[in-house]
C-alpha cells in the first residue's frame, strides 16, 4: 500500500489560500455567518457551505468531517461527539433546539467487569479493547438528514478533498506525533498497536511543519459514506474492516454492534445566566449539568464576582469553589442517563445551589469531602470543537472526540482513520480515575449498549430568543473549566471572543485536589494568594482549547483558541 503522507505538489489553489489565511482572520466582525474550529482548513470548509446558499447544520456537518482528516488525532469518523442546533422562530415557526447525542456506545460484550477481568489497566485507553462503537458518521448524517439542507456529496467534499490533495502540517500536528513518538519509544507494546500511525501516517519521524500531508485511505472511506450514506459504515465496507481488525485481534467490536448503532435525540438542558438563557448537552454529558451549577452558584456570589477583577485571587478562588462542588457531583451522580438514575432537576434545583453556595467561604477553601453531596464515598489531544453561526442566526454548537490522541492508535485497515478509546470515560476499574484523573462512581460502569460519561459541553447562550454566543472546548475535564471561563470572559468582563479564549485560564476538578494555573501564568502573587485560602497549586501546559462565536452589534466575532493555533473563517 502506499504511503498515506505524502508530498503533495502545492498546485492547489484553496490549500495555499487556507494557509496564508491563517493570522489576522479573527480580528475582524465577520457580518454574516462565521464558523469556529481549531484547523483554518476545517473553519474554511463550513463557509464555503454557507456560500453555497447551505445552513448551519451543512457548515458544521461539512466542517466536522473536515476535521476528521485535518485533526485526525483529536476527533474523527471513528469517535462519537454531541451537537446543539438552534433554529431561531420566523414569522410560521416557533423557535426549536435540538440535543443530537452521537456518543460512542460499549459494544455488546463490554460488561460492567470487562476492565476489570482483562487485568490490563491500559485495556481501556490502547488498543481494540479500548474503543466504543463510534457514533460520529451516524450523528452528522442525522443532523443533516433531518436539518441541513444541502446534499451529502456536497458537504463531505472539502473532507474527500483534504483527505485526497493534502492539507499543511502546522505546530500542533507535528507537536503531537512528536510526543506520540516518545510514547511509542517508552512503551513498546504501544509500538505495536500504533504501528500504523508511526509508519504511515508518522512516516517514522519525518513530518516536519509546513509538509503537506494526505491520507487517499480515508478519501476512500469518505467517498464511500458520500454514496451510500451511514449503511457503508454501519454495515457497508467500512464496517467489515473495523470488525475485522477487532476479530484477528481480540476485540469487542461487531458487526451486529456496528449494524444496531442508533443516534439519540433530546432536548438541550435549558438554565439562566444574567438574563441570558444558556442551552447546554444533557447526560451523558456531564458539561451541560457541571457549568449550569457553576452559573448557578456564581449568580448566587454575583456581589463578590462583580467586584473582582480578571483573574484575581477573589474571583480565581470563587469560581473554583462552584468548579469543586460541580466536580464532586459529577464523579457521584452522572452517567448515562438512560441506563441509571441522574438527579438532574435536584442538582440544578434552587434549593440544592442555595445550599451548596452558601457552603462557599471566601476566607478558605475546603477539604474534598466538603463538596457536592454524596451516597458514598492529559492533554486535549483527542477532542475538538466547532461553532457555527449562519446568516439566518441558526447556530452549531458541536463538540466531538476519539477521547486521547489518536484513540486506541488502532486505526482501521484500509481507511485510514484511527478508532476512539472512549471506553476509558467509563468506570473501568472501580475506584480508580481515568486517563483525566477523573474519579466516577458505579453508575458510569459499562453496560451493552451504553454511553461512556463525558465533559464535552456544547454551549449555545439565547437573549430573547436570539443567540448571542456559542461555545464549547476540547480537553477532557478541562472542557467544563475552559469553557465556562470564556463564556464568563465575555459576558462579566466584556472581553472579544478573541481575548476571551486567549486569556489564561486555571483548573479545579476537585479530585485531584490541586488547582493548576496555566504554566505561562505571569503573576505568581496570584497562586501565592490562593495558597493562603488553603488551596494546593501547581501549574499545568493547557487548559483546554475553546472556539467561540459572539454576535456583537458590529457583527458576529469569532476565535479559535491560539493555544492550538485554528483560525474562524466567515463572511
Ligand atoms: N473523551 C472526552 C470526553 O468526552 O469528555
Known amino acids: 500500500m502506499s504511503r498515506m503522507i505524502g508530498v503533495v505538489v502545492c498546485v492547489v489553489g484553496w490549500l495555499i489560500t487556507s494557509a496564508a489565511a491563517q493570522p489576522g482572520q479573527a480580528a475582524g466582525a465577520y457580518q454574516h455567518a462565521a464558523v469556529a474550529a481549531d484547523h483554518v482548513v476545517a473553519s474554511e470548509a463550513g463557509v464555503e457551505m454557507l456560500k453555497l446558499g447551505g445552513n448551519a447544520v451543512d457548515a458544521a456537518v461539512a466542517t466536522s468531517f473536515c476535521l476528521s482528516v485535518v485533526r485526525p488525532y483529536s476527533c474523527g469518523i471513528g469517535g462519537g461527539g454531541f451537537m446543539l442546533i438552534y433554529i431561531p422562530g420566523d414569522g410560521d415557526n416557533q423557535p426549536r433546539a435540538v440535543a443530537i447525542n452521537y456518543r460512542e456506545t460499549a459494544p455488546a460484550a463490554v460488561g460492567p467487569d470487562y476492565y476489570v477481568k482483562l487485568d490490563d489497566k491500559s485495556a481501556s485507553r490502547d488498543g ?11 450523528g452528522l448524517l442525522w443532523a443533516l438528514e433531518h436539518y441541513g439542507t444541502l446534499d451529502r456529496k456536497t458537504v463531505l467534499a472539502p473532507a474527500i478533498r483534504a483527505a485526497q490533495l493534502g492539507f499543511v502540517a502546522d505546530a500542533d500536528h507535528v507537536g503531537l506525533l512528536d510526543s506520540l513518538q516518545r510514547r511509542f519509544e517508552a512503551d513498546p507494546k504501544l509500538a505495536v ?31 464511500l459514506i458520500a454514496q451510500h450514506g451511514a449503511d457503508a459504515f454501519y454495515r457497508g465496507e467500512i464496517a467489515d474492516a473495523i470488525a475485522q481488525t477487532m476479530q484477528a485481534n481480540g476485540g469487542p467490536i461487531t458487526k451486529q454492534d456496528l449494524a444496531s448503532y442508533t443516534v439519540r435525540v433530546a432536548e438541550p438542558l435549558r438554565g439562566t445566566f444574567q438574563g441570558l438563557d444558556v442551552l447546554s448537552m444533557p447526560p451523558p454529558s456531564s458539561g451541560g449539568v457541571a457549568m449550569q451549577q457553576i452559573f448557578g452558584l456564581l449568580e448566587r456570589h454575583f456581589k463578590q464576582i462583580g467586584a473582582s477583577p480578571h483573574n484575581s485571587p477573589a474571583y480565581i478562588h470563587l469560581l473554583v469553589e462552584a468548579m469543586k462542588h460541580a466536580f464532586a457531583d459529577r464523579a457521584e451522580w452522572l452517567a448515562d442517563a438512560d441506563f441509571v438514575d441522574v438527579p438532574i432537576e435536584r442538582l440544578l434545583s434552587a434549593a440544592y445551589l442555595n445550599e451548596r453556595a452558601d457552603s462557599i467561604s471566601m476566607q478558605r477553601t475546603n477539604e474534598s469531602q466538603f ?56 468506570t473501568t476499574i472501580p475506584g480508580e480515575a481515568n486517563a483525566f484523573g477523573l474519579q466516577q462512581s458505579d453508575r458510569n460502569l459499562p453496560e451493552p449498549g451504553k454511553r461512556p460519561l463525558s465533559s464535552m459541553s456544547p454551549t449555545i447562550l439565547l ?83 475553546v472556539q467561540l462565536i459572539r454576535v456583537t452589534p458590529e457583527g458576529i466575532r469569532a476565535a479559535s483558541d491560539p493555544r492550538k493555533g485554528g483560525a474562524p473563517a466567515g463572511y
Open 128 to 138: 481494540h479493547h479500548a474503543a466504543g462503537v463510534p457514533g460520529t458518521v451516524a
Open 463 to 545: 437573549d430573547d430568543g436570539r443567540v448571542v454566543l456559542v461555545a464549547g472546548a476540547s480537553g477532557g475535564p478541562r472542557i467544563i473549566t475552559a469553557t465556562t471561563q470564556c463564556i464568563l470572559n465575555c459576558l462579566l468582563f466584556d472581553m472579544t471572543p478573541r481575548q476571551a479564549v486567549a486569556a489564561l485560564r486555571f483548573h479545579h476538578q476537585w479530585m485531584p485536589n490541586v488547582l493548576q494555573f496555566e504554566s505561562a501564568w505571569p503573576d505568581p502573587a496570584v497562586p501565592s494568594a490562593l495558597q493562603q485560602l488553603g488551596h494546593e497549586t501547581g501549574t499545568t501546559g493547557s487548559v483546554g482549547v
Open 193 to 223: 498497536s500504533g504501528a500504523y500511525i508511526r509508519h504511515q501516517l508518522y512516516r517514522d519521524g519525518e513530518v516536519k511543519v509546513g509538509d503537506t500531508i494526505s491520507n487517499p485511505a480515508q478519501a476512500r472511506a469518505l467517498r
Open 371 to 426: 463538596y457536592g453531596s454524596r451516597t458514598a464515598g492529559v492533554e486535549d489531544g483527542g477532542t475538538s470543537h466547532l461553532s457555527v453561526i449562519d446568516a439566518n442566526g441558526m447556530a452549531v454548537a458541536c463538540t466531538e472526540t476519539i477521547n486521547l490522541s489518536y484513540g486506541s492508535l488502532v486505526v482501521v485497515p484500509g481507511f485510514g482513520f484511527a478508532l476512539n478509546n472512549e471506553m476509558d470515560d467509563f
